[in-house]
T-cell receptor
Framework: DSGVTQTPKHLITATGQRVTLRCSPR?????VYWYQQSLDQGLQFLIH???????AKGNILERFSAQQFPDLHSELNLSSLELGDSALYFC?????????????FGQGTRLTVV | GENVEQHPSTLSVQEGDSAVIKCTYS??????FPWYKQELGKRPQLIID?????GEKKDQRIAVTLNKTAKHFSLHITETQPEDSAVYFC??????????FGTGTSLTVIP
């Protein structure tokens, strides 16, 4: 186990709803990265937080938002869900001085929108 | 922004043969190119990477080559084994922590 914990593992929800995905980074890691993996879009970088501050944004929709809390865990909020938001959402974390290339992935949260 | 294309999308090889997966990128500012292996139902794992100041890197049966002029890089797996069966993703990274992934190649090694 890489030490990156994501909850829940599976989530099924209806269109139009809002969900929150949670990520706890490895002990000592300050960076958290969120990725979306879907069948049609592949693996996409969404957003990066470092010690509570947003550092980089990728292909993240306006309906999605994220934050990193003082205890360094992060939450990805997905609202007004659409069928196309069904995907595997990965969180990864890296230590101070390291970047996304050194990041370890969590096991992912599988979101199904029905 | 960056556009990373990956080919082929599926690849089947006989055990012991070599497998080659190719990626092209569009942003000349990209300077780091990792490859990830994702086994079924598992998380992506970094298997090898190459920086823009290097042309080739090897790690046992795995090698990556980079042609900066042509903006393409390739993953080479020699003496393939059934446990190499997985989906492989390439990615291009540039300063600013922007990561762009290829669409993945599903590799099947036939025993």
């Amino acid at each position: 186990d890489s030490g990156v914990t994501q909850t829940p593992k599976h989530l099924i929800t209806a269109t139009g709803q809002r969900v929150t995905l949670r990520c706890s980074p490895r002990s000592g890691d300050l960076s958290v990265y969120w990725y979306q993996q879907s069948l049609d879009q592949g693996l996409q970088f969404l957003i990066h937080y470092y010690n509570g501050e947003e550092r980089a944004k990728g292909n993240i929709l306006e309906r999605f938002s994220a934050q990193q809390f003082p205890d360094l865990h992060s939450e990805l909020n997905l609202s007004s869900l659409e069928l196309g938001d069904s995907a595997l959402y990965f969180c990864a974390s890296s230590a101070p001085g390291q970047g996304p290339r050194e990041a370890f992935f969590g096991q992912g949260t599988r979101l199904t929108v029905v | 922004g960056e556009n990373v294309e990956q080919h082929p999308s599926t690849l089947s090889v006989q055990e012991g043969d070599s497998a080659v997966i190719k990626c092209t990128y569009s942003d000349s500012a990209s300077n780091y190119f990792p490859w990830y292996k994702q086994e079924l139902g598992k998380r992506p794992q970094l298997i090898i990477d190459i920086r823009s100041n290097v042309g080739e890197k090897k790690d046992q049966r795995i090698a990556v080559t980079l042609n900066k002029t042509a903006k393409h890089f390739s993953l080479h797996i020699t003496e393939t084994q059934p446990e190499d069966s997985a989906v492989y993703f390439c990615a291009a990274f540039r300063t600013g922590n922007q990561f762009y992934f290829g669409t993945g190649t599903s590799l099947t090694v036939i025993p």
